[in-house]
């Protein structure tokens, strides 16, 4: 294919974009293994977009041989939108059209459910079967089912009180007798085993501690227990990744897939994910990596620090060959002494390695682009927290009064933990003052008032469960939230007599299923028929359907003449159904909760909040429904998808609705309704983990909390698996203070114009010691900061478009505006939903037909 006539330079003019000399060196590297630390601020989006664009334009490499990996699946979108982007402009200079739509972009999760199906991996062009992925909440109620959690640990052969001694093994000393916590250490542990490829038959030789090596027969146990012999198989995200490392494994080694294997936020990455990018670009050797080892937040997920600062010395034992190293070290986001502030900041710890070098990369060496040296760094008065929190909201007030920014939601407050008392103080501060706060994950999904009121009805119709003999706050808070629900369905019910009347027609309907049932044992139970018997329609069905108090709705099911051509045809095949399946299908109810939520949802109370969201006043309630939806249609899929008149007798809907699968999620801390897409609403002031802002830069950030106690150590699991590893990682002693310092690193580099920092004295609050180092009596402090001195933020809109599909938006739009308002704007999830389509799977068998008459004809050939 002939080369552009033109200069890639031309396209930069085109676009508007002037590269520095870093940048302009990592964009038309082509050739070898890459490394771009890259601090923050520095540009590393639009270089991977440079550099992509130069491999596809000016090098040829056709983009379905590019793999680029990306942290998040919104991070994935925007680079393909600005790829496309840039590429139409070359478009218009080459007139070649340029497909990116088979390129390989995603998070390596996405990608690796990708590569498993990807036909190029496999013989005779056949398409690979992807086992089916359970996400983080379906694992936890993998395990934490109680008839599921007994055989796990009966596997296990843990005796004596196994909770307890799991608890104490990860030092859970609160909560020492919770099964919840339990499940999540054990689930911890297995995630982490999973992605350091570690088996069962590794761990348990060498696990001294009894309860680690039950831990290691309970892994075993887990991983049998997610391919059953008669169902497809299933994954979670840590064994995903090992199931397509062993694809890749499969390949030849002369034939390399992809020519280009670029992977950003390295930094974050894990060892099997480490593997799995080596494996891909192991042909090539042709890898990049971009990042920031002073970023890294997610040891708690597994990621390996380790594997970007060390990636030199990785490469030349993996390809024979050192990388090129490019800093990116520029600074286009914060303005000067917010970027000498942090550098000052990350220089206040002692990153030595004892054993050579260090524990962090040192050859980047960040500067502000911009020179302006005005003051944009300041503390609070050292004073009360309370005190602290009316200064820096008084601030804030200035702020948008001088119209420094344009909206609330331009100042960002940040916390290691949204749990902090100093979260309440800021919060009552600022709507002191009218300003409105929007904190998403400060609360549970449970407390927000459309699942108090919804929750409130179910209560209504199922019934409450009966209390447990348990103690504990979260025991104690939750089932006050249930009396706060039950008031407020009942306040409903009296407020709208539609609704009352609907509800009570629901108990009516329950009780007369939860009377069938009875009815129907007393009379097997007389003819001293076993329910796990056959069930033998000419033996059986006449007595059945005489039985006394039976209603004719249940008679009407048990007569049906297309239910008797099924049993027959069962009983044919050699399966007939048990006496037990056949009384619970003739007395289950025709709906199940999501039907329920559906028709609730059209009564006045909730249809107003929808009216509310089409006519764009207020979206936040309809989001929740959304939520709440999403939250039945997980139960359904975890517990039951048919409400039996068995699950109804003695409380066993509301003991597992309620009891079980809310109860679980509100210990989970399952938070209230976020868009990934548009996460800060106008007209408020966002409140955010660290962890949230990552990758986010904002006018104004306001550091609530300069505390977080590295005194604990460890986390527990940490010490469990690093004596199993065979190689060298961080000290466990410092782990929790490296982690600190690259926490608020990240917190120190979201600001643009204004940095503030928030010093409280006494309270608990004494702020961390690199901090107390450099908030001595000369730094500038709130009363000294001139508000009209900062540059004035324009808000700056998401330029990235959205794509739409004309079968999937267009015409569903056309059908119905409210219908796709609800199922594609809000996520609300169908109730009886039909998830594949016929012309999808006559597609996707022509495909594999023809894939394989490809794959026939080489042979001949």
């Not at 800060?680 to 962890?691: A, V, W, Y």
Request: hydrophobic letters at 40%; aromatic letters at 10%; charged letters at 25%.
């Amino acid at each position: 294919m002939p080369h552009p006539q033109f200069a890639i330079e031309q396209l930069w003019a085109e676009a508007g974009f002037t590269p520095n000399p870093a940048q302009r060196d990592a964009i038309l590297h082509a050739a070898g293994p890459l490394y771009l630390p890259a601090g923050p601020g520095s540009g590393k989006t639009r270089v991977l977009l440079w550099r992509t664009l130069n491999l596809i334009v000016f090098h040829d490499v056709p983009p379905d041989a590019i793999y680029l990996s990306t942290f998040t699946e919104k991070a994935a979108r925007q680079l393909k939108e600005g790829l496309r982007g840039l590429l139409g402009l070359a478009s218009n200079l080459t007139g070649r059209p340029y497909d990116i739509s088979q390129m390989y972009v995603g998070t390596v999760h996405s990608l690796c459910q990708r590569l498993i199906m990807d036909r190029r991996f496999y013989t005779e062009r056949q398409r690979g079967r992807p086992p089916v992925l359970v996400d983080d909440l379906g694992q936890y109620f993998h395990l934490y089912q109680l008839r599921r959690w007994e055989a796990f640990v009966q596997a296990a052969g843990l005796d004596g009180d196994p909770v307890r001694d799991i608890n104490a093994l990860f030092e859970e000393h609160q909560h020492p007798g919770s099964r919840h916590y339990a499940v999540t250490h054990t689930l911890a542990l297995f995630n982490r085993l999973s992605e350091e490829c570690l088996t069962p038959d590794q761990i348990a030789p060498s696990a001294a501690d009894p309860t680690l090596a039950g831990l290691a027969r309970m892994y075993a146990a887990y991983l049998d227990s997610l391919r059953p012999a008669d169902q497809p198989a299933s994954t979670d995200f840590a064994l995903l990744q090992q199931e397509a490392l062993r694809v890749l494994d499969g390949q030849d080694d002369a034939a390399p897939v992809f020519q280009h294997v670029i992977v950003d936020e390295y930094q974050d990455t894990n060892s099997i994910q480490e593997r799995l990018f080596f494996r891909l670009a192991q042909g090539s050797r042709n890898l990049c990596v971009v990042g920031d080892d002073d970023q890294a937040l997610y040891r708690f997920r597994g990621a390996t620090v380790e594997n970007f600062v060390q990636f030199p010395q990785r490469c030349m034992a993996a390809f024979g060959m050192t990388p090129t190293t490019i800093p990116l070290d520029t600074n286009y986001r914060s303005r000067r002494r917010i970027v000498d502030f942090y550098t000052d900041f990350v220089g206040q710890c002692d990153w030595c390695n004892p054993a050579g070098g260090h524990f962090r990369v040192t050859s980047k060496q960040i500067r502000a682009a911009n020179p302006d040296a005005g003051i944009a760094v300041v503390a609070s008065t050292w004073a009360a927290p309370d005190d602290v929190a009316a200064e820096i909201a008084d601030l804030v007030k200035r702020l948008l009064d001088a119209g420094r920014v344009e909206n609330p939601n331009q100042i960002a407050f940040l916390f290691p933990s949204l749990k902090s008392p100093m979260v309440g103080r800021m919060q009552q501060a600022l709507e002191s003052h009218g300003l409105r706060v929007y904190a998403p994950r400060a609360g549970s999904f449970l407390e927000v008032d459309e699942s108090v009121a919804l929750f409130g009805l179910f209560l209504r119709v199922f019934g409450r469960p009966a209390r447990g003999d348990f103690g504990g706050e979260e025991y104690e808070n939750y089932h006050r939230w249930l009396d706060r629900a039950e008031v407020e369905g009942e306040r409903l019910c009296q407020a709208d007599r539609r609704l009352d009347v609907y509800v009570r027609d629901r108990q009516a309907e329950i009780a007369q299923a939860v009377t069938d049932y009875e009815a129907l044992v007393q009379v097997a139970e007389r003819q001293n028929w076993p329910l796990d018997q056959s069930y033998e329609p000419r033996r059986m069905k006449r007595a059945l359907y005489d039985a006394a108090r039976l209603s004719e709705t249940a008679r009407r099911k048990l007569g049906s003449p297309y239910f008797e051509k099924v049993i027959e045809r069962r009983s044919a095949d050699g399966r007939p159904f048990s006496l037990s399946y056949i009384l619970s299908s003739m007395t289950a109810l025709d709906w199940g909760v999501l039907d329920l939520f559906y028709r609730l949802c059209g009564f006045d109370h909730f249809r107003a909040m929808f009216d509310l969201a089409e006519c764009g006043e207020d979206e936040g309630p309809v989001c929740n429904l959304g939520l709440i939806s999403q939250y039945l249609s997980r139960f359904m899929d975890e517990y039951k998808t048919i409400i039996t008149a068995s699950l109804l007798q003695d409380d066993g809907m509301p003991r597992i609705l309620f009891s079980a699968y809310l109860f679980a999620l509100c210990r989970r801390g399952e938070s209230e309704y976020e868009d990934a897409e548009d996460p800060f609403p106008k007209g408020r002031i966002p409140f955010l983990t660290i962890h949230q802002a990552k990758g986010l830069e904002f006018p104004v950030v306001v550091l609530g909390n300069a505390r977080k106690d590295t005194n604990r150590g460890p986390q527990p699991v940490e010490c469990l698996v690093q004596p199993l590893l065979d190689r060298e990682g961080e000290p466990l002693n410092r782990m929790a203070e490296f982690d600190a310092m690259r926490l608020f690193y990240v917190a120190l580099s979201r600001a643009k114009n204004l940095l503030v920092i928030a010093h409280p004295k006494g309270g608990g609050q004494r702020i961390n010691k690199p901090f107390q180092a450099l908030l001595d009596d000369a730094f500038p402090r709130i009363p000294q900061l001139d508000v009209a001195s900062l540059p004035v933020a324009r808000l700056e809109e998401d330029e990235t478009p959205r794509s739409y599909s004309y079968t999937g938006d267009y015409l569903f739009y056309r059908r119905c505006p409210r219908q796709y308002m609800i199922f594609r704007k809000y996520g609300f999830v169908p109730s009886r939903s039909q998830t594949m389509m016929f012309g999808s799977l006559v597609h996707r068998t022509l495909d594999d037909l023809h894939q394989l008459l490809i794959a026939r004809r080489s042979e001949v050939s």
